[in-house]
């Protein structure tokens, strides 16, 4: 199962900015590799979240996913095509077509997100004085930062068409189009030569990953304990090669009061590399039936650009390439207690809406 960070349309979007405001003489194409280890349901598909309700157990699987993704200065021409070519050991392709949609020129809104938000954060066992921070929408119109609205209107416009999809794209990607793919095999490794050739770039993109930059270990994330009314105390492996640790968690349901636990604020990452442990105040999933937990391990991060630059040189840049390397995990919250009402009742129409609420929000 394919699994994006959820940054990744903001993500997009800033780089794309950042090229319109520069001269298209000096606006670089920019690639980006992201290399991910991800564990837990994420992993295992939906079927292995329906078994472990069902009381069957389940367990956690691992899978090794790559996200490719190149934005252009502007518009690509209609006939464009462009391929990432990957060492043997990755044991896919070795061609992946990098493919897009094309894009919507805008015009008309979403509407403006209501309801609230209430956001915890810390590793303590309670709840810190000056908590919740509460974010209301309706209370703050005009007020709510452009990017915090934009993710709150996607969240409700996922799966729905652009409006006016009439423009050439200028990003595109892998494995998103590619209709052969079936995931990474298991032991795959992404250490070797790498390159890019488009038919709308002059120079291709190269470069060389070492062992230093191939997948992650996972994260074996766990909560020791399950009752949503109490503490939750989390742990983890520890991660050679980690940078640091994210974790935050939501509860299932569909009321327009959203509760959000990070483990820090105004910290990237929010966990030093050094840290193993870390615990979610009691009480404040209380409302909830489950929640979901999820973790991110930030690796190692490296940049390749061209054309190659001298000590105090400042050539315009052709290309510029980053490999971002991560591992991600999640946890079901109340999982057993979900799956003891699952058990009595297969059929009961309360799991499906907690599926519903946790999955589709």
Known sequence: ?????????????????????????????????????????????????????????????????????????????????????????????????????RRSGGGGTEGEPDGRVLIYWGCSPTVAKGQPEVIDFRAMTGKVPPEIQAMARQSRSQGKAPRDASLPPRSIGWPQGDQSYRGIPEGASAVGDHVVKANFMKDDIRFALTPALDFLEPMGLKAQASDLKAAIPLTWNALNRARGYDLQAVPAGNDKDIVIWLAARNKSPMLPASQRECTIPEGIFAKGEMAMLAGIAHGPVQGFSYPPQKPGEKKPLIWTATVNVSAFDNVMLGMEMAAAGAAQDAATPGVGTLLKGLFGR
């Open 1 to 101: 199962m394919q699994t994006r960070s959820p940054s990744f349309p903001l993500r997009t979007l800033t780089l794309a900015l950042a090229a319109l405001a520069l001269p298209a003489a000096a606006a670089p194409t920019v690639y980006e590799m992201r290399l991910m280890t991800h564990a837990g349901m994420g992993a295992g598909g939906m079927g292995s979240l329906m078994s472990m309700l069902g009381g069957g157990g389940g367990g956690s699987s691992v899978s090794h996913n790559m996200d490719l993704r190149l934005t252009a200065p502007g518009d690509l021409p209609a006939d464009y095509q462009a391929a990432h070519t990957v060492p043997d050991a990755m044991r896919i392709g070795p061609q992946l077509p990098l493919q897009g949609e």
